[in-house]
């Protein structure tokens, strides 16, 4: 159970944080914001709810944007953990 609640909070906090702030600083509307963290998620059906829920193509343009770059951050991501752990285990 232990577990769970660490992924749950792992998952949930940086979305909070990120919507929170681009929202309190950034100043982005709704639609920005779903394929903002849409596309933080990789995540093409929260995508498609967000169009059909907003009507406009600014989820999509948001998703587009962020996309790539997660991407790229989760092979780097990976391969920094694996380095790390083949650094530590040596």
Do not use: H
């Amino acid at each position: 159970m232990r577990w769970l609640l660490f992924g749950a909070v792992i998952t949930a906090v940086p979305l909070l944080v990120v919507g929170v702030v681009a929202r309190a600083w950034k100043k982005l509307n709704y639609a920005e914001l779903c394929g903002l963290l849409a596309g933080s998620m990789t995540d093409p059906p929260a995508l498609a709810f967000a169009q059909q829920t907003t009507g406009s193509d600014a989820p999509a343009v948001a998703y587009a944007t962020v996309y790539p770059l997660v991407m790229l951050l989760r092979v780097f991501s990976a391969q920094l953990v694996v380095f790390l752990l083949w650094k530590a285990a040596g």
